[in-house]
């Protein structure tokens, strides 16, 4: 197969792995703490935007959704990532109403 046919399929294929999440307003997109985000919220439903919470509602969620996990028999978050995936969710967050 000419190389530059093999360059291609090899584009694509990079191109549908990683492909964009489908919304696009996230807050600091691209960046390390959002990758991680997006790496460790989007196995069941599309990661939710940080402002969907304040940032004191949000260590529940997160703590919900690891009971989410060990029910699918999807391993928990490590701490290390749990950590991060705070960190970009309460620094985002919605303003508290009071
Ligand atoms: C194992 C599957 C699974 C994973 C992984 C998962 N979720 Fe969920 N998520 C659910 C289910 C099921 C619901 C609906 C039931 C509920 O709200 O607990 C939900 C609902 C939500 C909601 C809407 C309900 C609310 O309280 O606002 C938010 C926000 C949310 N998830 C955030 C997250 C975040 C943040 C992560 C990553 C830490 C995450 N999810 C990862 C399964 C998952």
């Not at 989410?68 to 028999?73: A, D, G, K, L, V």
Request: net charge negative; glycine share 2%.
């Amino acid at each position: 197969m000419p190389a530059f046919i093999a360059t291609l399929c090899m584009a694509v294929m990079l191109v549908a792995c990683s492909a964009p999440p489908e919304r696009t307003d996230y807050p600091d997109m691209g960046s390390p703490l959002f990758n991680n985000y997006y790496a460790q919220c989007s196995q069941c439903h599309a990661p939710s935007l940080p402002s969907a919470h304040t940032a004191a509602e949000w260590p529940s969620v997160i703590a919900r959704m690891q009971l989410h996990r060990i029910e699918s028999r999807i391993p928990p978050i490590m701490a290390a990532d749990m950590v991060r995936v705070r960190d970009y969710l309460t620094r985002y967050a919605r303003a508290d109403d009071n």
